[in-house]
């Protein structure tokens, strides 16, 4: 059974930063694309950023330029690195992931992490 694991999250104030990871475990497993979602209440989760496993990237447009997704493909760990974080930015932070097993695959989900951010 693979699990991801996301960790990272806090409060901080406005126009500050916050790194987000999210660790995936398990027995002999692959994983693909990788994404950010966010949720907050009442509200459906959305897509914040994805990278696939050559590295290449895509963004939600209200986090172009202050938020970069990476990849540790040998720890098999994803990061968000969020800058010049606002308000609007708050929220439960979840991670997904494409994973490949022997005889199975599908999207496995993280439990997500809080992020406020206030003064």
Same mark, same amino acid.
């Given at each position: @059974?693979? @699990?991801? %694991?996301? !960790?990272?999250?806090?409060?901080? @104030?406005?126009?500050?930063?916050?790194?987000?990871?999210?660790? %995936?475990?398990?027995? !002999?497993?692959? %994983?693909? +694309?990788? &994404?950010?979602? &966010? $949720?907050?209440?009442?509200?459906?989760?959305?897509?914040?950023?994805?990278?696939?496993?050559?590295?290449?990237?895509?963004? %939600?447009? !209200?986090?172009?330029?202050?938020? #970069?997704? #990476?990849?540790?493909?040998?720890?098999?760990?994803?990061?968000? @690195?969020?800058?010049?974080?606002?308000?609007?930015? #708050?929220? +439960?932070?979840?991670?997904?992931?494409?994973? $490949? #097993?022997?005889?199975?695959?599908?999207? +496995?989900?993280? $439990?997500?992490? $809080?992020?406020? +951010?206030?003064?």
């Amino acid at each position: @059974q693979v @699990q991801l %694991a996301e !960790s990272g999250g806090g409060l901080v @104030q406005p126009g500050g930063s916050l790194r987000l990871s999210c660790e %995936a475990s398990g027995n !002999s497993f692959r %994983a693909g +694309v990788m &994404r950010w979602y &966010r $949720q907050t209440p009442g509200n459906e989760r959305e897509f914040v950023a994805g990278i696939t496993t050559s590295g290449d990237t895509n963004y %939600a447009d !209200s986090v172009k330029g202050r938020f #970069t997704i #990476t990849r540790d493909r040998i720890m098999n760990t994803l990061y968000l @690195q969020m800058n010049s974080l606002r308000p609007e930015d #708050t929220a +439960v932070y979840y991670c997904n992931a494409l994973i $490949q #097993t022997e005889g199975w695959t599908g999207l +496995v989900w993280g $439990q997500g992490t $809080q992020v406020t +951010v206030s003064s």
